[in-house]
């Protein structure tokens, strides 16, 4: 029997504001425990909570950004159970009424687009965080986090691959980026995702029993995990077995998901309308007053390049997939000139040399990146030699000017000076001399590489060629 895969994600981003949702306690990360708080995040009787209006703004970037229907009228509700780390004994979040509605984006796997629908997307509040002793059985919560602000974005179970979902939650991760309303750090927690995933036959409509997956802190984990729930849900069902409807943790040690608990259905949560918050109300100018301060997003990006710079699409593709390393490459080329030549720089020499860094942390600006190339093309340094510039640059920051002269690796393209050294080379090699003239075109490498080793790589390879040319005919 053969399975399809069916999986929904629920993105949480945490929304770039400085203060929380609720207080006016600070969002900022790697405060000491339980110094940003307040009686209002720590839900101390008789506080009132106020929302923060840009929460309500960003939530609004987000849903125009995605095609989706910004709800006018919504409203917040109490999310209800318990947890240490939950000092209310609620969250504050939305659930019958929330800002954003049927949405969607546009994947490409494999070379094949698909839509994918977004269900809703709503504004609440985190919880805190609880640390556990690796030495004694007991448990520490820091509430810093508690009432920072969270769009939770819900998709329609529209992926089909974990592959797909990959792809689904990199675009999504883009798009909060390049509105500047999420910094998008997994690591730290601002971007965090679950995933619900179940299989059913092919062919059958109705969905099969479903598990979700928490604990997955990078993309690639992700989709390693949801590969192997695939694995294992589709082994209990060829062997006549039910999945068991639960929610497990990914082990990215021992990379496999372990249970956690029952998965809890909406009701599970009583909720109900928040009496402490008024309904928010959405006038329509200022959603067209959002609507214009909307930056160039991923996808029309990519299609200008291609346009503008005449780039492959995977080119495009890759320069697009962040907001800093499209703006990083258009003032590089803004420098040079050069716009073939600058992606393809970016894509194999500084993304090598970032080793998955953020383009933000590289020390050559992409400034000193278009002069590089500007003296490849004016011929004062050979591409070989670019590339040693390139990482004297990565760690020093200099301009390639100063590490040129530092170095002294100015291109020699002086063509008496040159012609001195190949007629030596010639000299020296009669066998090869010989073998040359009488066919053995492929040669030329080898005459043109002792030239490169007499002149420490300085020569210029496109005289060099032209003087072999002249002087072995």
Not at 103 to 124: A, F, L
Request: charged share 30%; hydrophobic share 35%.
């Amino acid at each position: 029997m053969e399975f399809e895969t069916v999986i929904g994600l629920e993105i949480h981003a945490q929304l770039k504001t400085k203060s929380k949702i609720f207080c006016g306690c600070s969002t900022e990360f790697g405060a000491p425990p339980n110094t940003h708080t307040c009686q209002v995040c720590l839900g101390m009787p008789g506080v009132l909570p106020v929302l923060n209006k840009k929460v309500v703004e960003y939530a609004i970037k987000m849903g125009l950004a995605t095609n989706s229907t910004i709800n006018t009228f919504n409203q917040f509700a109490r999310k209800n159970y318990f947890y240490p780390d939950l000092p209310k004994g609620y969250q504050t979040s939305q659930f019958d009424l929330p800002i954003v509605e049927f949405g969607q984006v546009e994947i490409e796997v494999d070379g094949k687009k698909r839509v994918i629908g977004i269900t809703r997307m709503h504004m609440e509040e985190d919880a805190g965080k609880l640390i556990h002793d690796d030495r004694e059985p007991v448990s520490y919560v820091d509430l810093n986090r508690t009432g920072t602000p969270l769009l939770e974005i819900v998709s329609e179970p529209d992926l089909r691959s974990p592959e797909e979902a990959y792809a689904y939650l990199r675009k999504i991760h883009a798009i909060l980026r390049y509105l500047d309303i999420c910094d998008g750090n997994m690591e730290e927690g601002s971007f965090r995702c679950d995933a619900n995933i179940s299989l059913r036959p092919i062919g059958q409509d109705e969905l099969g029993t479903r598990t979700e997956l928490k604990n997955m802190n990078s993309f690639k984990n992700v989709q390693n995990a949801l590969e192997y729930e695939v694995r294992r849900q589709r082994d209990i069902l060829l062997d006549g077995g039910e999945v068991v409807q639960e929610t497990l943790l990914w082990d990215a040690d021992r990379n496999r998901t372990e249970s956690m608990r029952s998965k809890e259905e909406a009701h599970d949560y009583r909720y109900f309308p928040c009496p402490d918050l008024v309904p928010v109300v959405i006038d329509e100018s200022w959603i067209e007053a959002i609507r214009a301060t909307l930056p160039e997003l991923p996808d029309a990006r990519k299609e200008r390049f291609v346009d503008q710079y005449e780039l492959p699409d995977y080119d495009a593709a890759i320069l697009t997939s962040s907001r800093d390393l499209a703006d990083y490459f258009e003032r590089a080329v803004q420098s040079c000139g050069q716009a073939k030549k600058v992606s393809n720089w970016i894509m194999t020499e500084l993304l090598r040399e970032l080793k998955g860094e953020e383009v933000s942390a590289c020390k050559v600006t992409p400034e000193q990146l278009g002069s590089l190339l500007k003296m490849v093309a004016d011929g004062i340094i050979s591409g070989k030699i670019a590339k040693t510039v390139f990482l004297e640059m990565m760690a020093s920051g200099k301009d390639p000017e100063v590490v040129v002269k530092e170095k002294k690796l100015v291109q020699v393209s002086d063509q008496g000076e040159l012609l001195a050294i190949v007629r030596e080379i010639i000299a020296e090699n009669p066998g090869q001399v010989a073998e040359f003239r009488g066919g053995k075109s492929k040669l030329m490498g080898f005459f043109v590489g002792q030239l490169m080793q007499k002149t420490k790589g300085k020569a210029n390879p496109k005289l060099a060629n032209e003087l072999f040319g002249r002087e072995l005919s």
